[in-house]
C-alpha cells in the first residue's frame, strides 16, 4: 500500500461520519452504525433511528411512544405490530477505498424479522429469520462517493399470514396473546408475543451490528478448534477450517495458527495451501503439552487458550480469526439404570452435579442490554456457586459476549434451540430456514468450551403427551403435527448438530419422559418439576422424590416495592388492583401464592408486608428443593431454578429483578449452592443430617458441630462429631431423634447451628430451623447498625439483642448490589453488609429501611 492511499485512509478515519477499523490483516471495515433514520412505511415524515436497535426503541426514543411498562400500557403499544416500517442510511466510500479492495461484503448480524434490503435502489436480500447473520457480496452495487442503505420491514404478523391461510392450523402457542397463534410460523423470538411472565412488543429492527468488510477475495468463514485427546500430559487439538475464495482464480497462500495461554506461545503449525474457488475446507492438528484444563465453577480455573488463525499471501495478511477455546472434557450420560433413566454431564472425567437456572433475555428490547448487564448476571451465578445455565427456548440466541463470559466464569451452558411450549410447521421452507439457523449458530457457538449440551426444544413433547393437544385439532391434523415434530427435532436438528458438531449431544426436547403429575415416569431423565406451583404441593413433597435432573422448577413472587413503584401509581399498589391484576400474567399466580403463604407464614397486615412475605417465601421454598435435589445425589445429579432474570419488570419466578435488583430467591439459593455444607431432614421423628460436598478432594477428621440455641444465644445442647467427609457426593452423616435433640423444649423456640472445622478453619457455618416460619415464636429484636461510605457505596454493620429473622435491607437505589440480604441474624453475630452502586445518594442513605418478619405481625 503506497504512502498516498495510507495518508488518504488516515484522513478519513478522522473524517468520516461512519466507523471505520483498519485490521493487521488486508481488509477494511466500515461499521454502518450511524445516521439512520426510520418511517412508517408510506408516511412522508421520517425520525432519527438507533442501529443496532428496534422499533419499539426509535419510538420511544422520538417520544412517538407510551412508556410500555407503565400501568397498563402494554395495551397502548400494540399497534406497532402492525405496521410496516422502512429504515434508510447513506454513507461515502472514498475512491481511493473503493478502488483499492475488488469486494465489499454487506454483514448485517441480525434482523428482526422479515426485511427487503436494497442497495441504491437495487435489492440485495429478502430475510426471514431473527437469529442468522445475512452476508452479501455487493462491490457491484456500490459506488464511489454517496451510496444509501434502505431496510424495509414488513409486520411479523403479516408476513406469515399466507403461510397460516395455507396451513390452516392455528398451533398451540398459548403464550402467544392474540388470535390466531401466529407466533409459530416466524423464525422469531417467541417471548416477544406474550409468555407468563413477560409483556407483549412484537416489533422488529436491526437488532445487531451492521458492517461493510472491504477486502480482496479471500475469507476465512469459519474455525472450530476442538479437543481430539488428552492423555499422557498431552492434548492433541485439531482445527477445522472454512476459507472462502470469491475470485475466479486458485489464489496461493499460507495458512498459520497459534495457540497461546496467558501470553505464552504453547503451539503454532502452518501450511501452504492453495484455495479453489467458492469454499475450501482445510484442517489443521496441533498439540499442546502439560495442558491447563478447563474446569467449571467450583473446580477450579477456567482456563482459556487464544487462537489465532492468519491466511497470509507473499508475506501479507489477507484474513485472519482469533477466539478462545478451551480443553476438557465434556461426556452427556443419560442410560438406562435399576430406576429408569439418568441424566448427568461427566466434565473432566468426575460426575457434575449440575447447579443453576434457567436464563430467559434481559429485555424486551433487546438491543438495551449492555456488556455490564451481561457482567453483572455471570458474575452473580459464579458468586452463588452455580457451575450451569440453560438458555431457555423461548427467546434468542444469545449475544457472544454471553458465552464469553461464561467461558470465563466456569458457567456450562445447556443451549435449547428457539423453539418453545407449541407445535411448529414442518414444510421444506420451514425446515430449510431451520436447518440454516441450526448451522449457523452451531458454528457460531462450538469453540465455546462453556457449551455443553444442545436441546431441541423447550416442553414441546410434553405438550404432544400431556397437554390435550390431541383434543384441540381433528385427528388428522394432529398426526400431521407430530409428523412434523419427529421430522424437525428427531432429524433436521439432531442431523445438524451430528454434522456441524459431532462430540457434543444433543437431545430432541426437555423434559422428554418425566412429568411432575405422574409419578411412575418421574425417574426418566429431566423433568419441569411444577408439582410446587401448579401442583399446589407443599416445598417438603420433594423429599419423597426420586428426580433424576430438575431442569425446571420455581416459585413466583412480586419484585420489591420499589421495582412495584415504577409502574404502579400509590392507588395501584395492592394486590387487586387493575395494574398488579394486568402484570399478573400467570392466571393462578396470586392466589397460589396466599394459598402457599397461608402454610408457612401468619397473614400479612397489608401489601407491603404481601410483597416482603412473598420474598420470603419464595427464596425459601426453592432453596428447600435445591438442598433435597443435592441431598438425593447420585440419584438427582441437577438442580436448575426457574428463572433467573426478568425482561420487563414483572411479576415472576425470577431471582432477580429487571432492574437487577436480587430477591430473596438468589441469595437463598446461593446458599443452599455452597461447595460445602450441612442439610439436615427432618424424617418423621427423627432429623437426618447430610453432608453435600462438590469439593474433589476428601475432608479427613472434619469436625462437626450441631448445636441447639434458643432466640437469645443460650446454648441448649451440642453434638460433636469427627466424620471423613467424601469428595463430590452426598453423605448422610448421622440420624437423630428429634425428641432427644430437643431435649423437651419446643421446636418454634430454638434454632439449630451447624458447622463443618477441619485443620483449624471453619468451612462451613449456618443454621436451621425445625417449623414453619409461622410456628416459630420469635422475639422482637433491637437492631443497631453503623453506616460507613466508601468509594463504592455504603458498608452497614448490623447486631441484634435476639434472633432477627429474615433481615430485609431496602435502599431506594435501584440495582444496588449487596454482599447479602434477607438473612437471620443471631444475637453475637457482627453482620457486616456492603452496598454498591455509583448512584447511592445521600437521600438513598437516610432512606435505608430494615425489616425483619416480627415487624410484619399484629401489635402482640
Same mark, same amino acid.
Given at each position: 500500500?503506497?504512502?498516498?492511499? %495510507? ?71 400494540? #399497534? ?57 457480496? %455487493?462491490?457491484?452495487?456500490? %459506488? ?10 414488513? @409486520?411479523?404478523?403479516?408476513? +406469515? ?38 409483556? $407483549? ?27 481430539? *485427546? ?53 484442517? /489443521? ?23 489465532? +488463525? ?11 480469526? *482469533? ?66 445455565? *440453560?438458555? #431457555? ?52 457457538? $462450538? ?139 400467570? @392466571? ?26 412473598? /420474598? ?25 431454578? #426457574? ?55 476428601? /475432608? ?97 454493620? /448490623? ?62
Amino acid at each position: 500500500m503506497n504512502n498516498r492511499i %495510507v495518508l488518504s485512509l488516515l484522513f478519513l478515519l478522522l473524517s468520516m461520519p461512519f466507523t471505520f477499523s483498519f485490521n493487521t490483516t488486508d481488509t477494511y471495515v466500515m461499521k454502518l452504525d450511524r445516521d439512520w433514520s426510520f418511517a412508517q412505511t408510506g408516511d412522508t415524515r421520517s425520525y432519527p433511528a438507533t442501529v443496532p436497535g428496534t422499533i419499539h426503541a426509535d419510538l420511544l426514543h422520538n417520544g412517538l411512544l407510551d412508556d410500555p411498562f407503565y400501568g397498563k400500557n402494554e395495551e397502548k403499544v400494540q #399497534w406497532v405490530e402492525e405496521k410496516d416500517w422502512c429504515y434508510t442510511t447513506s454513507f461515502t466510500i472514498e475512491p481511493e477505498v473503493y478502488a483499492r479492495f475488488p469486494y465489499a461484503r454487506l454483514i448485517f448480524e441480525g434482523f428482526d424479522t422479515f426485511a427487503q434490503v436494497l442497495l441504491n435502489g437495487k435489492p440485495v436480500m429478502q430475510t426471514n429469520n431473527m437469529f442468522v447473520a445475512w452476508e452479501k457480496e %455487493v462491490k457491484e452495487l456500490m %459506488v464511489p462517493g454517496e451510496n444509501t442503505l434502505t431496510v424495509l420491514f414488513t @409486520s411479523p404478523l403479516k408476513a +406469515v399470514v399466507p403461510l397460516y391461510e395455507q396451513t390452516g392450523i392455528d398451533y398451540p402457542a398459548d403464550n402467544d396473546r392474540s388470535t390466531p397463534h401466529l407466533s409459530a410460523y416466524a423464525r422469531k423470538a417467541p417471548y416477544h408475543y406474550g409468555w407468563d411472565w413477560g409483556i $407483549r412488543m412484537v416489533g422488529c429492527g436491526i437488532w445487531r451490528p451492521v458492517q461493510l468488510l472491504f477486502h480482496n477475495g479471500c475469507r476465512i468463514d469459519d474455525a472450530f478448534t476442538r479437543t481430539i *485427546r488428552i492423555d499422557n500430559d498431552r492434548a492433541s487439538l485439531t482445527t477445522d477450517l472454512l476459507v472462502a475464495n470469491e475470485t475466479d482464480s486458485p489464489v496461493a497462500t499460507e495458512l498459520l495458527i497459534s495457540i497461546t495461554h496467558e501470553e505464552k506461545v504453547v503451539a503454532q503449525t502452518s501450511r501452504p495451501c492453495t484455495l479453489q474457488p467458492g469454499e475450501n475446507r482445510v484442517t /489443521l492438528p496441533t498439540e499442546i503439552g502439560h495442558p491447563k484444563l478447563w474446569q467449571p465453577n467450583g473446580w477450579g480455573e477456567a482456563h482459556l487458550y487464544d487462537v489465532e +488463525v492468519s491466511l497470509i499471501k507473499e508475506g501479507v495478511y489477507w484474513a485472519q480469526r *482469533r477466539y478462545q477455546t478451551g480443553i476438557r472434557t465434556i461426556e452427556f450420560v443419560n442410560e438406562r439404570d435399576e430406576l429408569g433413566r439418568n441424566f448427568y454431564f461427566r466434565v473432566n472425567g468426575q460426575p457434575l452435579f449440575a447447579k443453576g437456572t434457567n436464563y430467559i433475555p434481559q429485555d424486551i428490547i433487546l438491543s438495551r442490554v449492555t456488556p455490564d448487564d451481561y457482567e453483572r448476571l455471570f458474575r452473580a451465578m459464579k458468586e452463588s456457586h452455580m457451575n450451569m445455565v *440453560r438458555v #431457555w427456548g423461548g427467546g434468542v440466541y444469545e449475544d457472544d459476549l454471553f458465552y464469553r463470559l461464561a467461558d470465563r466464569y466456569g458457567i456450562l451452558v445447556w443451549q435449547d434451540f428457539m423453539f418453545a411450549c407449541s407445535a411448529y410447521p414442518g414444510d421444506p421452507a420451514f425446515l430449510d430456514n431451520v436447518a440454516h439457523e441450526a448451522r449457523y449458530n452451531i458454528e457460531r457457538l $462450538r469453540n465455546h468450551p462453556s457449551l455443553a449440551l444442545w436441546c431441541g426444544n423447550n416442553e414441546i413433547h410434553e405438550g404432544f403427551k400431556y397437554w390435550g393437544w390431541n383434543r384441540r385439532y381433528p385427528a388428522k391434523t394432529f398426526e400431521q403435527m407430530q409428523h412434523d415434530y419427529d421430522t424437525l427435532f428427531r432429524h433436521t436438528l439432531a442431523e445438524c448438530v451430528r454434522k456441524y458438531d459431532p462430540q457434543r449431544s444433543y437431545i430432541h426436547t426437555s423434559p422428554d419422559s418425566a412429568n411432575w403429575g405422574r409419578p411412575a415416569t418421574q425417574t426418566q431423565g429431566d423433568i419441569h418439576y411444577w408439582g410446587i406451583w401448579y401442583g399446589e404441593e407443599m416445598f417438603d413433597a420433594m423429599d419423597t422424590l426420586q428426580l433424576r435432573f430438575v431442569s425446571e422448577f420455581g416459585f413466583e413472587s412480586f419484585p420489591e416495592m420499589k421495582t412495584l413503584r415504577t409502574f404502579a401509581g400509590p392507588a395501584d399498589l395492592s394486590i387487586d388492583s387493575d395494574v398488579m391484576t394486568h402484570r399478573q400474567k400467570s @392466571s393462578i399466580g396470586n392466589d397460589l401464592i396466599k394459598t402457599y403463604m397461608q402454610n408457612y407464614y401468619r397473614m400479612p397486615r397489608n401489601f407491603d408486608d404481601f410483597v416482603y412475605l412473598g /420474598l420470603l417465601l419464595q427464596g425459601h421454598g426453592i432453596a428447600y428443593g435445591i438442598e433435597t435435589n443435592r441431598r438425593q445425589r447420585p440419584v438427582c445429579m441437577g438442580s436448575l431454578y #426457574w428463572q433467573l432474570n426478568d425482561s420487563w419488570p414483572a411479576i415472576s419466578w425470577s431471582a432477580i429483578d429487571y432492574y437487577k435488583n436480587k430477591k430473596a430467591l438468589y441469595y437463598h439459593a446461593r446458599d443452599a449452592f455452597a461447595p460445602l455444607m450441612l442439610s439436615p431432614c427432618i424424617q418423621g421423628d427423627s432429623l437426618a443430617i447430610y453432608v453435600l460436598s462438590d469439593r474433589l478432594d476428601p /475432608l479427613d477428621q472434619a469436625q462437626i458441630i450441631v448445636g441447639i440455641d434458643d432466640f437469645y444465644g443460650t446454648r441448649l445442647k451440642t453434638i460433636d462429631l469427627i466424620r471423613t467427609i467424601q469428595p463430590n457426593s452426598s453423605q448422610k452423616l448421622i440420624t437423630l431423634a428429634l425428641a432427644d435433640l430437643l431435649d423437651n423444649h419446643r421446636a418454634g423456640e430454638v434454632v439449630m447451628t451447624l458447622q463443618i472445622c477441619h485443620d483449624g478453619k471453619t468451612l462451613f457455618d449456618g443454621h436451621k430451623f425445625l417449623t414453619v416460619p409461622k410456628e416459630l415464636v420469635l422475639p422482637h429484636p433491637h437492631l443497631k447498625k453503623a453506616i460507613e461510605t466508601t468509594p463504592q457505596g455504603i458498608v452497614l454493620t /448490623l447486631t441484634t439483642d435476639c434472633l432477627a429473622k429474615d433481615v430485609f435491607i431496602e435502599i431506594p437505589t435501584q440495582g444496588a448490589d449487596f454482599s447479602d440480604n434477607f438473612f437471620d441474624l443471631l444475637p453475637g453475630e457482627h453482620k457486616v453488609v456492603s452496598i454498591t452502586s455509583p448512584h447511592i445518594t445521600p437521600d438513598d442513605i437516610a432512606r435505608i429501611r430494615i425489616r425483619t418478619l416480627t415487624d410484619t405481625y399484629e401489635e402482640e
